[in-house]
Nanobody, 123 residues
Framework: QVQLVESGGGLVQPGGSLRLSCVIS????????IGWFRQAPGKEREGVAS????????HYANSVKGRFTISRDNAKNTVYLQMNSLKPEDPAVYSC????????????????WGQGTQVTVSS
């Protein structure tokens, strides 16, 4: 059974930082993509970043390039999303997902999802 569990969300001031974690279980040693997605109330889901477990190749949405960094620790079966310089437009529920997408920032192509973690940016 594949499971993804996110953690690390919370309240941060504008300009602050948070690091989200996604612990993956049940996928074994096969190569897969892990994506981070976010969805704010009334808005469509947005692909934020993705990373391939085998070679670490990454993709980023233009809206987060230079501010967010995705990384992996295969020994811990964990993918991180380091979020710096958080802006008022970043608050959302952030979810990680796993799969074998042809378009890594398109959520429809992922098979397994975590429950999400809330990120709030407010002064």
């Amino acid at each position: 059974q594949v499971q993804l569990v996110e953690s690390g969300g919370g309240l941060v001031q504008p300009g602050g930082s948070l690091r989200l974690s996604c612990v993956i279980s049940g996928l074994g040693s096969i190569s897969y993509e892990i994506g981070w997605f976010r969805q704010a109330p009334g808005k469509e889901r947005e692909g934020v970043a993705s990373i391939k477990s085998s070679d670490g190749f990454t993709h980023y949405a233009n809206s987060v390039k230079g501010r967010f960094t995705i990384s992996r620790d295969n020994a811990k079966n964990t993918v991180y999303l380091q979020m710096n310089s958080l802006k008022p437009e970043d608050p959302a529920v952030y979810s990680c997902a796993s799969g074998w997408p042809t378009l890594p920032l398109l959520g429809d192509e992922y098979d397994y999802w975590g429950q999400g973690t809330q990120v709030t940016v407010s002064s």
